[in-house]
């Protein structure tokens, strides 16, 4: 059996992150470097380590949202 995955255009209400959103995402970001810090001191390097992977695919999703909007914004300039 082959999966082939649906592909759709983004609305414009998803393009980018809300404010909302990106507030709780910094929030949440300064809680786990706070937690990584202790955790670096005193914990099992699992922890450490998945507390470092969680707080990097965090900071990555403003940088994917900045990169889509800038392909989005290119794709509306070719498609003029």
Known sequence: MVIIPVIRKP???EMSLSTQVKEAVDQA???LRDALAFAART???LTVNTLADLLCRLE???QVDELMHHF???NE???K
């Open 11 to 13: 609305r414009e209400s």
């Open 29 to 31: 970001a300064n809680a």
């Open 43 to 45: 914990e099992h390097p």
């Open 60 to 62: 990555s999703i403003e």
């Open 72 to 74: 989005s914004k290119k």
């Open 77 to 79: 300039n070719t498609a």
